[in-house]
């Protein structure tokens, strides 16, 4: 498990400080509360949104019906981008929903332009970024035909502990408030299927729980668990 912290998110992570500061002041400010919806899948893709403050989860819905979380995002990484730059006619292929309290800056697709022409190094980062989660949507699926549910499971923890863990005394600690039936849906399983798994991991110490979070004790062992 390596060690994490609560930086800024990939976006940001490759941007100089004067292009931070530009994208800041751009657009308009605005607050989510949790369980809002930032967009919608099927809606234009008109906007761009920066992260500022909290954690969102992005998931598209079945064709039976069912949520399939796609992402968990954080500040510092973008939103709609993909939408709001391909051709005008572009919608949205995912649901944004707020997990907690969000603060964000939301850009208008010529908003965003312009910020891409002013700082052209900022257009490299962004393609590395998109083709970054490209290759986790391929990797993903390669996931669901070769691990079994205990091993997803195992994985998405890896994820959340390595991307949005905090350091606590015993371990690291998930913050986000991600529910069973949220963590069985990114893990494309039943919400029963998931409790048993969390239930055998913390009964050989990979893990605790607590009512709103999830601690990691034995990062190496979880890791192995999920292959990695």
Excluded at 59 to 78: D, K, N, V
Excluded at 162 to 179: N, W
């Amino acid at each position: 498990m390596s060690e994490t912290t609560n930086g800024a998110g990939e976006f940001f992570d490759g941007l100089e400080p004067a292009a931070i500061e530009t994208l800041r002041s751009m657009g308009r400010r605005r607050r989510f509360s949790a369980g809002a919806m930032l967009f919608l899948e099927g809606e234009p893709g008109g906007t761009v949104i920066v992260l500022l403050e909290g954690k969102v989860k992005a998931f598209a819905t079945t064709l039976e019906g069912r949520e399939l979380i796609l992402s968990l995002r954080g500040p510092g990484e973008l939103i709609g981008e993909i939408a709001a730059l391909g051709p005008e006619d572009s919608i949205r292929t995912a649901s944004v929903e707020a997990l907690e309290p969000v603060v964000a800056q939301v850009l208008t697709v010529r908003d965003f332009e312009r910020f891409l022409e002013e700082h052209p190094k900022a257009a490299l980062v962004l393609l590395r970024s998109v083709l970054a989660r490209l290759e986790q949507a391929v990797q993903m699926r390669v996931e669901y035909g070769s691990h079994d549910v205990v091993g997803r499971v195992a994985r998405r923890l890896c994820e959340l502990a390595d991307l949005h863990g905090e350091q606590a005394d015993d371990g690291v600690r998930i913050a986000v408030g991600l529910s069973q039936d949220e963590l069985a849906s990114w893990a494309v399983a039943s919400r029963e299927s998931v409790a048993k798994v969390l239930g055998r991991f913390r009964r050989q110490e990979m893990i605790r729980t607590d009512r709103k979070s999830i601690v990691v004790l034995d990062g190496p062992r979880l890791r192995k668990v999920a292959g990695l």
